[in-house]
């Protein structure tokens, strides 16, 4: 092999490596999870040894459970995905391309959004939810995450990228703002909803705190805090390989999602850069 | 005429499902979920460590309660936060695990009910609450919770290690008397056997560092807390508490930059004499110490935090039923939450098998306790054991400010009078404000 033939081979080898070290502590993860607890709370290091077991992953799933929150997930991160495609676009069409009186504060303001973390506002979103008597309601846990300025400020960039031309021609031939829109740019931000989607979904299936305290009834609960609630005290110590179990337990759906969406995320991210 | 046969059909239909007739408990609790292994299990004897025994004890109160159906909700430890927003919703549960350090938080906002009349209709009496339970539970004269145990930090000690270092007598191990006494017995301890006298917690977690010299401050017959709302940290027994666990650390006489699963790994590897960890673990080293050829097959032992100082007493605290004020509760509601009380009351001897000390006197007396393993070793501590000052709030995240400056002290990051200032100050500032 010449030395301009490894030097072509070098970059290759690079992304292995770095493919090696980030696949490195998810499976780590993997092979704890499939230790006793007992075994792992005397010697950590008892994962090089043969002795395996699925017991960790018949104590999740034999929590009945378990099932219902998967459901609720589904439901929450679903339910959240489509709010914001929905109202990301019909709020990034309206910046990029109706023209209203204050669209330029307006669009400022929902920026600024971007900028308010979550911990600021929560206790009062928390007591607002009490008040209307809606918390251990699908509808507490999807409605704070529809409010997603990044969404309304991708779409928006993207509806901006599209050339006016489309449209104009549309609107001559007669057809209505939102024709222009459903039928003419909404096929065309295809990438941009993908992207969009998918964050919102993993975004959604990660949620941990809001659930926690919104959710307090344990037939409301999502996977992330569900399966939380079945931790003992010192899980890290008592009950290793079953909280690695959980790691697995509950990533394993996103694995799914990334598996089945990985061109259109592909597809997604490289045309969002080339732009 | 179609639509009303079909809302009759439904109706119908809705007529049919199975209604639950009975009275329900809603209840929050920790201690983890462990429903593959003991969701159908009613016999005690058959559960083991806390999540076991506790799922156990509330199957077997509905297996004898058929009137009574509990709901659980179980949630992450501690579950404060779910607590409170459960509570700032006005939907709070019927029953909650608490622990007895974090009653006045939720006690000084009225969110509590006072338990005393309604204990007493089912036949339990604060006096049948050891010393350490009841001062858990009562506050301004009032009983807060029903106390299921106390706990508080041992000392584990490895007996083969010990034998080894000349430091155990008629089979139980030679505890020190002063710091003085700690230091040499620590110091020929590593001189025979080549290890650290302790294996300590010291890496992300500070409730060690906090506890022990809570400990030591009491057993100087000092309070840290005059009252439940001042903190006084600038005294001479603040000062000789942390002055000891910085001698031994100075010495190298204990494991450095262990967390809480390194050091029990490696206690239970033989890494060290003894850990300091608390009551839920004698089980988990007792099994260890019979398997064959473990590290710790030479011995285990286990003992209450030795009397360093003047005083005997070790800090404590404790896990107890609370019950959140909601009045919208009905009476039925109440008189069912009250009979779920008294079961874990009258089965305080089962839950004591976790390692946690009973908390009623009928049961530390009796040979049936007393037999189980390392118990009879432990039994003063229902005597000896110690909250903080009742009425004092913000424990939990006081005890985190206690517990970094402490080790900021121990490890020489900084100068004791520094640490035990800089400590002062930061939990007055909490205090002040309440």
């Not at chain 2, 036949?123 to 106390?150: H, N």
């Given at each position: ?275 | ?281 004698v089980s988990?080293?007792d ?62 001897y089962?839950?004591s098998r976790t390692g946690?000390l009973p908390?009623?006197?009928?049961v530390?007396?009796t040979p049936q306790w007393q037999s189980l393993p390392h118990r009879a070793e432990l039994a ?55």
């Amino acid at each position: 092999m010449s030395a301009r033939q490894a030097l072509a081979k070098l970059p290759v080898a690079l992304v292995a490596l770095g493919a090696a070290l980030m696949a490195a502590p998810l499976l780590w993860v993997v092979a704890l999870s499939l230790k006793s607890n007992e075994a792992l709370m005397a010697d950590p290091n008892a994962v090089f040894d043969r002795h395996f077991t699925l017991a960790n992953y018949r104590a999740i799933v034999g929590d009945g459970q378990v099932f219902g929150w998967i459901l609720n997930s589904l439901i929450v991160s679903l339910g959240m995905t489509a709010g914001v495609l929905v109202l990301s676009s019909l709020a990034g069409y309206g910046f990029a391309r109706l023209k209203f009186p204050g669209r330029n504060a307006l669009f400022v303001v929902v920026l600024l959004g971007l900028a308010v973390p979550e911990q600021a506002v929560i206790i009062g979103r928390h007591q607002m939810f009490a008040w209307a008597a809606l918390h251990n309601t699908y509808f507490a846990l999807i409605m704070p995450g529809m409010a997603a300025p990044f969404g309304v400020f991708l779409m928006t960039q993207f509806f901006r990228a599209i050339p006016a031309d489309l449209d104009e021609a549309a609107l001559l031939d007669g057809a209505s703002h939102f024709t222009v829109f459903w039928r003419v740019l909404l096929p065309l931000t295809i990438p941009a909803q993908a992207t969009l989607g998918i964050f919102t979904f993993l975004s959604g299936w990660n949620e941990y705190w809001w659930p926690l305290i919104s959710a307090t009834r344990k037939d409301m609960f999502t996977l992330t805090v569900g399966i939380a609630s079945q931790q003992m005290n010192f899980a890290q110590t008592e009950g290793l390989g079953f909280l690695m179990a959980q790691a697995v337990f509950a990533g394993l759906p996103i694995l799914v999602v990334y598996l089945f969406f990985q061109k259109y995320i592909v597809q997604a991210v490289a045309g969002a850069a080339g732009r | 005429m179609k639509r009303r046969v079909w809302f009759a059909l439904l109706f119908l239909l809705s007529s049919c499902a199975p209604h639950d007739q009975r009275t329900a408990v809603v209840i929050q609790r920790f201690f983890g979920a462990c429903e593959a292994d003991y969701g159908q299990q009613t016999d005690l004897a058959k559960a083991d460590g806390e999540c076991g025994i506790m799922t156990t004890m509330i199957n077997r109160f509905e297996a004898e309660n058929p009137d009574v159906r509990v709901s659980q909700n179980i949630v992450f430890w501690p579950g404060y936060d779910q607590l409170t927003a459960a509570l700032s919703s006005n939907n709070p549960p019927d029953l909650v695990t608490m622990h007895g350090s974090v009653i006045a938080d939720y006690q000084a906002r009225g969110l509590l009910d006072p338990l005393d009349a309604g204990l007493a209709a089912q036949g339990i009496q604060p006096s049948d609450f050891t010393a350490a339970a009841r001062r858990a539970v009562t506050l301004g004269g009032w009983t807060w919770g029903l106390p299921i145990d106390s706990w508080t930090t041992l000392w584990h000690v490895n007996l083969g290690l010990f034998r080894k270092a000349g430091l155990v007598r008629d089979g139980h191990p030679i505890m020190p008397h002063s710091p003085a006494e700690l230091l040499a017995q620590a110091r020929q301890f590593k001189a025979r056997t080549g290890k650290p006298y302790f294996v300590q917690i010291s890496a992300n977690e500070y409730a060690s560092f906090a506890r022990n010299f809570y400990t030591l401050i009491l057993q100087q017959g000092s309070q840290p807390f005059a009252s439940p709302t001042r903190a006084n940290f600038n005294t001479p027994q603040a000062a000789a508490a942390l002055q000891v666990f910085r001698d031994i650390f100075t010495a190298d006489l204990t494991t450095k930059n262990e967390d809480y699963s390194a050091a029990i790994a490696g206690f239970m590897a033989g890494e060290g004499g003894v850990v300091l960890v608390g009551t839920w673990m004698v089980s988990d080293f007792d099994a260890a110490a019979a398997k064959p050829g473990s590290a710790l097959s030479g011995g285990y032992a286990v003992v209450p935090f030795p009397q360093l100082f003047a005083r005997n007493v070790s800090w404590a605290d404790g896990h107890n039923w609370v019950m959140p004020a909601n009045p919208a509760r009905t009476a039925k509601q109440r008189n069912a939450a009250y009979r779920f009380l008294r079961f874990f009351a009258a089965h305080d001897y089962d839950w004591s098998r976790t390692g946690h000390l009973p908390a009623m006197r009928s049961v530390i007396q009796t040979p049936q306790w007393q037999s189980l393993p390392h118990r009879a070793e432990l039994a003063s501590l229902a005597v000896t054991g110690t909250p903080l000052p009742k009425g004092l709030r913000r424990q939990f995240p006081i005890e985190t400010i206690v517990g970094q400056e402490a080790a900021a002290a121990i490890s020489g990051a900084k100068p004791i009078s520094q640490a035990l200032a800089d400590m002062d100050r930061r939990v007055n500032a909490i205090l002040n404000n309440l």
